[in-house]
T-cell receptor, first 111, second 113 residues
Framework: TQLLEQSPQFLSIQEGENLTVYCNSS?????LQWYRQEPGEGPVLLVT?????EVKKLKRLTFQFGDARKDSSLHITAAQPGDTGLYLC???????????FGQGTRLTINP | KAGVTQTPRYLIKTRGQQVTLSCSPI?????VSWYQQTPGQGLQFLFE???????NKGNFPGRFSGRQFSNSRSEMNVSTLELGDSALYLC????????????FGEGSWLTVV
């Protein structure tokens, strides 16, 4: 069974600080997605990474896929209150397998 | 392009009743997946449908069922509701069978009392 572990589970920091969220597994994934979910809403896709070592930037967010395609990180620079939410990583296995989701990181950015 | 649409958004049911939730995928998407989200268990996969056929199934009891229609719209049904079924039920669509990027709807909040 493929599992994705996210850390930290909870993170509360001040506006302007930097942070990194991790998503780790012992399994290899063909691609990995990051989603952000706000209270009462469905998860919204932020990025998909498919190549080992790939780095993608989305404004102040930087996503990296590990060289071995077993892990990923999300780095936020100069966090803002609007970044508050539940961040989920999801891995796609080989072939027609269901996506595997991490438990999520609940991020709170305090003004 | 319209996103994934789920109805109803909120509903309250009594233990023992049954409920049907509906999902309209993004136009052109043929795969629909259903997830249950609770604070304690996170996102748990229920099942996936593609071209009206169930392609994957999670570890949920037989009280949870689903179907997909020829226009790719999907419904899920929960019979004999239990208090523990209270959750946010999320539908997601994708152009192809699961493993690829999926796009979520806003979810249906089910409260069982």
């Amino acid at each position: 069974t493929q599992l994705l572990e996210q850390s930290p589970q909870f993170l509360s920091i001040q506006e302007g600080e930097n942070l990194t969220v991790y998503c780790n597994s012992s399994s290899v994934f063909s691609s990995l997605q990051w989603y952000r979910q706000e209270p009462g809403e469905g998860p919204v896709l932020l990025v998909t990474v498919v190549t080992g070592g790939e780095v993608k930037k989305l404004k102040r967010l930087t996503f990296q896929f590990g060289d071995a395609r077993k892990d990923s990180s999300l780095h936020i620079t100069a966090a803002q209150p609007g970044d508050t939410g539940l961040y989920l990583c999801a891995g796609a296995g080989q072939g027609a397998q269901k996506l595997v989701f991490g438990q999520g990181t609940r991020l709170t950015i305090n003004p | 392009k319209a996103g994934v649409t789920q109805t109803p958004r909120y509903l309250i049911k009594t233990r023992g009743q049954q409920v049907t939730l509906s999902c309209s995928p993004i136009s052109g998407h043929r795969s629909v997946s259903w997830y249950q989200q609770t604070p304690g268990q996170g996102l748990q996969f229920l099942f996936e449908y593609f071209s009206e056929t169930q392609r994957n199934k999670g570890n949920f009891p037989g009280r949870f069922s689903g179907r997909q229609f020829s226009n790719s719209r999907s419904e899920m049904n929960v019979s004999t509701l239990e208090l523990g079924d209270s959750a946010l039920y999320l539908c997601a669509s994708s152009p192809r069978v699961s493993g690829n990027t999926i796009y979520f709807g806003e979810g249906s909040w089910l409260t069982v009392v």
